[in-house]
């Protein structure tokens, strides 16, 4: 490989190949003229070394540990920023001055009410489905609504449907909760910031006064600064792919909530605490630490290990610290389950099969003890990860459709089925 070229060498052929840098982070090699140039396609499930799109918005190292949202460590916007900024961040590319960031929440918080004929979708599913199917059902349903802003040709549009997606995740969130806990739903309060009208859209009942806790509206807030973006993963690829055939930006983010569901991505954080229920008490630590280095038990340490970060997950540490500002401010002072996560930690940091395999907690392994104790149901976990990650598939979205080299995604595969055979009736099957 030169400088800027790599040779694939087959047989007694080469070709070279292009080779990009990015601004910080690995070269990629670019292979778009491969099929073309030689006949091939490359061969990469789970795109371990596949860099499926340039862009700007989110780097991860995760050798180092490092996340940086347009190039701002998460740890500084987490301490002194709030979710609203990074947002702004994550859309236009840099941070807001006062007067952008005044009628940028100005206009987020204009769009938090839904249309009311979308409280019927609600009672449509039963009481006891899971609220990500609710998610998945409604978000797709915001396109039945709002047709002013399915166009994505139009700028106009496009920046409309962010603004709507952005504003009216919070309150459909909390509306699939209110239906699954089988309380009225409360309409948000344009007088709350972002974090304190999504507690008080949760937990308020029509009965009584509900004061917003700002501690606990802060780490709400901090929680969705952590889970704004992630570059490429599962759920925000799943958006882009769905994207590049140009279906409206309402249907792609609920293609990613779907994605988001699963509990290799974004539904760990509810397995993670429904794992560290069932160990239940420290002394059980080592039957599960046993069970997760077992090759034939398919059980693994939820909220451990990543396929980006080869070392402790930044937003980890950051959750850690706001599950103990919670806890102390809601006077838990001994939660079984923070010390059965603790313990865990320890063991497993320290045990020869998570070093070598460099398995450290993810930001999911903390977050479940917070939400839990901010009063959700496991159940809630991860739509409140796709409500925070909303901005960031959008943010994706747009730079993907603004893109003017943007085609549809449409991957290759190595074809090992029967090759061309002839149609048998059936009496001649054997
Ligand atoms: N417990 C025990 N062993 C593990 C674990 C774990 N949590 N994670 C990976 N391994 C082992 C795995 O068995 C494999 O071993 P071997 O090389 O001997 O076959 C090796 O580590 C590499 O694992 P992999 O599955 O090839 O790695 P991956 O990059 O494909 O998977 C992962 C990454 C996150 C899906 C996986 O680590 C995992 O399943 N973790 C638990 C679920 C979890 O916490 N997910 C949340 C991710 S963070 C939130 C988000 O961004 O969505």
Redesign the pocket.
């Known amino acids: 490989m030169s400088d800027n070229t790599a040779k694939l060498t087959m047989g007694d052929k080469s070709w070279d190949l292009k080779v990009r840098p990015g601004s910080i982070g690995p070269d990629v090699v670019d292979i778009a003229s491969l099929y073309a140039q030689t006949g091939c396609f490359t061969y990469d499930p ?1 795109f371990t070394s596949t860099a499926s799109c340039e862009s700007a918005i989110t780097y991860i190292d995760g050798d180092e540990g490092t996340l940086l949202y347009r190039g701002y460590p998460i740890e500084q916007l987490a301490e002194h920023g709030d979710f609203l900024e990074s947002c702004y961040l994550l859309l236009y590319g840099e941070l807001p001055t006062k007067a952008q960031k005044d009628d940028f929440v100005h206009r987020v918080t204009y769009h938090t009410m839904i249309h009311e004929q979308m409280s019927r979708f609600f009672t449509g599913f039963r009481r006891d489905a899971h609220p990500m199917a609710i998610m998945v059902g409604t978000v797709g349903a915001l396109s039945a609504f709002y047709h002013d802003s399915t166009d994505i040709s139009d700028p106009h549009q496009r920046m409309v449907a962010s603004l709507r997606m952005i504003a009216k995740m919070p309150t459909l969130a909390a509306m699939a909760y209110k239906y699954h806990v089988g309380q009225p739903f409360v309409y948000p309060r344009n007088d709350l910031d972002y974090a304190s009208n999504f507690l008080h859209m949760c937990f308020a009942v029509p009965c009584e006064e509900y004061k917003v806790n700002p501690v606990l509206a802060r780490a709400m807030d901090r929680i969705f600064i952590l889970h704004a973006d ?1 570059e490429q ?1 599962a759920s925000t690829s799943t958006v882009r792919l769905a994207g590049s055939s140009g279906a409206n930006p309402f249907a792609c983010i609920a293609a990613g909530i779907a994605c988001l569901w699963g ?4 539904g ?1 954080n509810e397995a ?1 605490l429904n794992m560290l229920s069932e160990i239940g008490s420290v002394d059980r630590i080592p039957e599960y630490i046993a069970r ?1 280095k077992d090759k034939n038990d398919p059980f ?8 980006v970060y080869k070392n402790y997950d930044p937003r980890a540490r950051i959750m850690q610290k706001t599950t103990h500002e919670v806890l102390a401010e809601l006077g838990i002072r001994d939660d079984p389950l923070l010390d059965v996560a603790m313990e865990l930690e320890k063991i497993a940091l320290n045990d020869d099969y998570f070093v070598e ?1 460099k ?1 450290y907690p ?3 392994f903390y977050s479940g003890i917070t939400l839990r104790a901010l009063g959700f149901p496991t159940t809630m976990f991860t739509v409140l990860f796709a409500l925070a990650r909303t901005v960031g598939w959008i943010a994706q979205w747009k730079e993907m459709v603004e893109d003017p080299s943007q085609k549809i995604g449409r991957p290759r595969q190595l074809y090992t089925g029967a090759a061309q055979r002839d149609y048998l009736p059936i009496s001649q099957r054997r």
Do not use: E, Q, T, Y
């Open positions: 789970g992630h993963n509990p290799a991505h974004g760990a993670a997760a693994r340490l939820m909220g451990f290990g990543h396929r395999k398995l993810n930001i999911d």
